[in-house]
Each structure stands twice: as C-alpha cells, then as structure tokens.
C-alpha cells in the first residue's frame, strides 16, 4: 500500500496525514485572489511557510536484532546450492527486512519506525560480548537464527544482559525448546517437530492412507524425526507397517542399506515416510520405490511452514517481494524470520508504551493476533511460545491442502491439534 503523501518540516522529517491536509488547505487559500503567476510563486512560498510552522512529527526508533552464527552447519555452501526441501537456503535477516519493510505503513500511523540489525557471532564464545554491545544500544527484541546449543545459550543469558528481552526462535523445530528447555521469553514462529509430524498424518488419515513403511536414518536428527512420527501416528491412527534403517556410507559391506528398491520390497504399505533430518537420502527416494507408493515426510509430501506457490491470502505477493530482493524462494525459516518481524510490530501497535515484558503477556496470553498470510489470525500459546499457524502439505511444484484438515476437532481451537496441547506440555516456564 502506498503511503500518503506528506510534506517535509524543516527538521527533515515528515507531517502526519492530518497537518498535511492543513498545509495543502492552506496553500489553496494562498492561491485565490491572485493573478496565475503570481498565485504558482505566492502559492508555493506559502505553502512553504505553512509547513515550517507545523510541528516535527517525533519518531520513536524501535531495533530489532538477527542473530546467526557465522559457521553454521546448515548454511554450508554445498546445503545452500542443493536446497533441500523444509531446509534452509538463506539467512533469516533477508526476511527479518522485509517484515519490516511490510510493516512501516503500520509502524509510522503510531510514529514508529523499525530498524533491523545483523548480529553475526563469529563463534559461540562471541555471544556474551555481542549482547553487550546491544544492551548499550538498547536493544530488546531479538530474532534468532542459531544452532540448538547456541540457542539455549542465548535463552538463558540474553533477559539478564539485556535488562529483559523477548526472543523469538525462527529456523529450529526441536520439540525440547517447547518442553524441558522452554522459557518465558522465548517465542517460536517456527513450527515443532510435532506439528510438522502432525499434519502428515491427520493428511494420510484423511486420504486414508493407514499403512506405513518407514525408513529410519542413523542420525540424532533422525531418530528425534521418528519418535514425534511415532506420537502423530498413534494419534491419527497411522500403522506402522515394517520400520527398516537405512544409511548413506561409502562402505561396501553397507551398500544395501541404501539400495531403495531394497528398503521397499515389502508390498504391505500405502506410503513410505522417510526420517532423514539432513535431507540427503530422502531426495532420492520418490519415483525410486520397489512399488508405486507415495513419500512421504523428508522428501515427496511433506508439511511446511511456507510454500512460495501459496496462491491464497496475500502469499503471491508475499513470495513475490521476498524473491525480489533476494533473488530465492521463500522457505519455511523465512516466513518464520519475517512473522517475528511482525509479531513485535502487532506487539508494538497494540501499545506502544508496553514494556517487552508486557509486550510478551500480550503475545504469550492470546491478546494480540499477527497476520501471517496463511488465512486465519495467527496467536501464541500460553503454555509454551508456539505460534498456532495452519501448514501446508506440499511437494516440490506447490501445496495439495492445509493442516488442521477439515472435520478435524477440537474443544477450544483447531490449530490446537498440531503440536503439544496444554495438558500434555512438558514446559513449565509459563507467563
């Protein structure tokens, strides 16, 4: 949307809307009564005069923090070039502009204005000092963009060393983040694990897809993938029909637990759910199976925080404009930066004189609502930071449907049914 024109002060800053309707009234009244030459001259040293009696329109600067690490692991050149589906393929302050961006109309109705700053630790040793330096600058909010270990490390230092903060975690699903490791400061616009896990199977519930075949990855990532798989099937009514490993190594003696038609020659299945959090073996999977069965989970249909060929509720424009200013796809981790972006300013519109601290019972206790462009109004959980958002069951081209499905209940809110509900929350850090 365009802003309205306004005329420049002579401090160099900008007029409301309403002085500057003053201004062009006044300019008008100039102009009657004298000749043409003389009104255009007369008129626009008028006009000047006006607006130099108008007062300055005070901006209040609010800051909002990136931080990432400069050699994470999942920013590597090679993961960014092959661009595996659900991860990662570019920092999060690219996204973290943009909101802004998207925001100053509503930012500069209530005299505010948004600056985003890049913090990159070159190590985790670095967070301790790069924290001081944002104390000075007096900034609170903070989007971040971390490895697990670097993120807890910040959760526990960054209220104490910023004199109180809200942190909000876009790129990790970790489930522990939500349970035995939650804090009250800390906010996901990203989503868990078990939502991701969830809407998959309420997904094949609904198509009646009740057979699976899963393949099981070596990695911690891996088995933590297949343990929320276990939780959502049992939930949604999803057999497991046979589990087998599977292993990229270049071991001879290991060749067959990567042979595809091998892992699916049991014909007892409706879908192949691959756990492979690095993304490797599950690129290779679909149309590779012993027999014609769908993939599902790392690779083929999966559920994600954001699709770029989301076609409904202002996405087009969405994926549009971050294309054009990073010249890539949005990605799930961008949507979440660019939401954390937009959950401060909601926080901040809602009342600019909140402390961060109501700023997060506001967010936290379900009072302010954020619009992520995925249909509903989008809102924290007060029991553990989560964001409640819809999701998108996609493939690599575009997105089949959304999660929660249709006909899927719940007694108070339906986006509930992703993820941990409230009586079965580990977290105890509660507002």
Known sequence: MNQPHRLPTALGRFTPQGA?????????????GFGLWRAV???????????????????????????????????????????????????????????????????????????????????????????????????QHLVADLP????????????????GAMVFNAGLDDDSLRAADCATVLLHTYPSRQMLSDALAQYLAARNWRKALVLQGPLPGDALQGQAWARSAKRYGIKTTQERPFKLSGDPRERDLANTRLLTGDRDHDVVA??????????????????????????????????PQWERNGGPQLSRRFAKTTNRPMTGQDWAAWTAVRSVVAALVDNPKASVADQLKGLRGGQVFVDGFKGPRLSFRSWDGQLRQPLFMSHIDGVVGTAPLDGVLHPTEVLDTLGVDEKESACKARL
């Open 148 to 163: 697990l270990a670097v993120m807890r490390q910040l959760v526990q230092t960054a209220p104490a060393a910023l004199g």
């Open 20 to 32: 500057t309707l003053v201004a062009r009234r006044r300019r008008f009244h100039c102009v009657l």
């Open 41 to 139: 001259g007369l008129g626009v040293f008028g006009a000047v005069l006006s607006c130099l009696a108008l007062p300055a329109f005070a901006v209040t600067k609010v800051t909002v923090a990136v931080i990432s690490l400069a050699d994470d692991a999942r920013y590597g050149a090679r993961r960014e070039e092959r661009a595996y589906p659900g991860h990662p393929t570019g920092r999060a302050f690219d996204a973290a502009q943009l909101g802004a961006a998207d925001s100053s109309f509503e930012l500069d109705a209530d005299g505010m204005e948004m600056v985003v700053r890049d913090v990159v630790l070159p190590n985790a040793a670095a967070l301790p000092k790069a924290l001081a330096e944002l104390k000075a600058a007096k900034v």
């Open 274 to 307: 691959v756990m492979d959090s690095d993304g490797e073996f599950a690129r290779g999977m679909p149309y590779a199976t012993q027999w014609p069965r769908p993939v599902v989970g790392a690779n083929g249909l999966m559920a994600l925080a954001w699709h």
